[in-house]
């Protein structure tokens, strides 16, 4: 039988410090009503001073391998997703495992809001290239990328953390089933942040233009979204040799309420049958997932032999989906 992933655990970190949208009709010129209308965002949580993306990753980490009955010796490799890394250079995953006191090797992934899901499926099959136990983390602090003046974006995002242990599944129908990956070329305008990297190094004009903050065509990454988490979670399933209605639980990735309806209408999924976290917590980007998928496993909505379908989607654009028969104790 081949080596299969299952999720043996989940755990994750918020921010204490709730953005509220009544606090951000008195930042920016906006409403309460307009925002949950269009997106059904209440509440965000904002990292403190204090917090970072490694910080959040590590507390959520530090959470999964104690659920998994597990040490920081038991993991064999560390990948953290994330669009908000802890400095450039080294990567956020070094952060991480010094923070965790793990052995391993680690690395990042970046793809946008979709990162958790790619995380999760190079994690297993690293799992099953020769692995015991995988840590895979999704952590990130939007609030340090997002202006806090534009009323475009500022809405929408909040920071958090989610990890997942990774571990050979017992039986050969448990665990990763099925899983897809896109990428829509020539999008890469329509959600970025310009400033910062090898293309354009921050310099004082940088700042001075905001090119360090997260910029967005909302309309047009709408449109996307929809359309990519339709087809790749379709894609998936029929990879999978399965139907919507085989599916216990529809994890999609956390932007927008009605981008989650929409999907999920048009998947023919039944919004009791969607998890759903993005008015508590708005786009947490690649931790939106796993935060969704521990609070679902947690409060015993997701159960064990359950089929788990999750979608993510993002900058790039990117998209990722990925089928689990959950075995989580
Ligand atoms: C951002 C988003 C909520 C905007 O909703 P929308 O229905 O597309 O609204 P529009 O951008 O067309 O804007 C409509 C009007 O509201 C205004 N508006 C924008 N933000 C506003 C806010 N926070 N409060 C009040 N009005 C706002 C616009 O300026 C525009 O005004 P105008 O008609 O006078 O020009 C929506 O496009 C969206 O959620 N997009 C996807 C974003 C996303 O998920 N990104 C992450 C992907 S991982």
Redesign the pocket.
Known sequence: MPIRASIRSTGIALPEQRLTNAE?ERR????DT??ME??GIRERRIANDDDTTASLAIAAGADAIKRAGLTPDDIDLLVVATATPEQPLPHTGAFVGDGLGLRCGSFDLAA???GFVYALITGAALLAAGNDHVLVIGAETMSRVVDPND???????GDGAGAVVLGASTTDDDGLLAWDLGFEPSTIGL?EVPAGGSRLPSTRETLDAGSQYLR?A?????RR?VRAVVDSAAATLDRAGLSVDDIAWFVP?Q??L??IEAAGQRLGIAPERTVVNVDRYG?T?AASIPLALHEASADGRIQPGELVLLS????GMTWASALLRWDAA
């Open positions: 951000l920016v010129d906006t409403s307009w925002i269009r997106t946008g809001c979709a009323r475009g974006t500022c809405i929408l995002f959600l967005m909302g309309t047009e990454v709408f979204a990735h932007a927008n009605r981008i786009n980007s993510g989607f993002g900058a």
